[in-house]
């Protein structure tokens, strides 16, 4: 990629180069990000192969089988390379198509690639034949030699992976779960989510125990429990005059209420005067307090009393 960034002049190969950069790094976890950053190294080095080539893949993480299919395409008049011929295959796909993927995989290109792209040729023939309804020819398709060896390469975990989802596509559980755990073995950089699917064929569910933990607060005293049960439902009475008084508001009690009601009365005019008006001015305006309704009214200059 560098060699031939060298066809462009300084300033223009270091703002290309900066961009395809950031395509490599954000394609993962941010491809829409991805994507835009492909757009202006396209605007600005459309005859790049590796450009194209960049610009394919972003729009392949997007969606835009299209756009990528296109891309690729052009990559491919440029270089003569056939090493993008999987993922065109696969864009067909998305597409919708995948009687032209299936003719893809039959074509000749498909002896010129390596065995790693023999292998995503396979992945991609098998998609077809599942997308159009033949999960038993998909299971077929997947059986090579590379599905039988018991060496680890960069595919084998996507290979075993694509092979137990094939098998349950059709109905073989059983056989699916032992190459689900075949995947999981091979997978040392989490690129599946093999041991997830293992679990939803076990019947396993996670839970999270510290959302859990902190769900349940279970009182410190078991009576406490109760007696706010007790309250809640009215079976404790607790004092049966209490009760006597709050129902009726006869009896002892009731006369004790009465006192207590007349002494407040004759607290509140011995505090407002004999004219039983306030000597402050307890209006809105005047309320010292009342700038704590509104933060922005001006506390009021009248305190008082």
Do not use: I
């Amino acid at each position: 990629m560098r060699q031939e960034l060298m066809s462009l002049p300084k300033t223009l190969a270091e703002d290309v180069a900066r961009n395809l950069v950031m395509v490599a790094r954000l394609l993962d976890e941010d491809p829409d990000l991805a994507y835009g950053y492909s757009r202006v190294a396209l605007r600005l080095a459309s005859r790049v192969a590796a450009v194209r080539e960049a610009a394919g893949f972003a729009s392949y993480a997007t969606e835009r089988y299209a756009e990528a299919l296109a891309e690729f395409r052009a990559c491919r008049r440029m270089t003569g390379t056939v090493d993008l011929w999987p993922v065109m295959a696969d864009c067909e796909r998305g597409m919708g198509r995948p009687e032209r993927a299936l003719e893809m995989a039959g074509a000749p290109e498909v002896h010129k690639l390596d065995r790693a792209g023999q292998v995503e040729m396979r992945l991609v023939a098998a998609g077809a034949r599942r997308d159009m309804g033949q999960n038993d020819a998909a299971v077929v398709t997947l059986q090579s030699p590379e599905l039988a060896s018991n060496a680890v390469h960069p595919w084998t975990a996507r290979l075993r992976y694509a092979y137990a989802d094939a098998l349950l596509a059709a109905g073989r559980e059983d056989d699916a779960r032992e190459w689900f755990a075949k995947s999981l073995e091979a997978d040392q950089s989490g690129t599946t989510d093999a041991s997830d699917r293992l679990a939803q064929l076990d019947g396993v569910a996670f839970v999270d125990a510290l959302d859990d933990a902190d769900d349940e607060q279970p009182a410190a005293d078991g009576s406490a429990v109760a007696d706010r049960d007790d309250v809640a439902d009215g079976s404790d009475t607790g004092n049966p005059a209490d009760a006597e008084a709050s129902e009726g508001g006869d009896g002892e009690h009731g006369d004790d209420d009465e006192d207590r009601d007349r002494d407040d009365e004759g607290r509140k005019d011995r505090e407002t005067g004999d004219a039983g008006e306030p000597d402050v001015d307890l209006t809105d305006e005047a309320d010292p307090t009342a700038f704590l309704d509104d933060p922005f009214k001006e506390p009021s200059k009248n305190t008082e009393g």
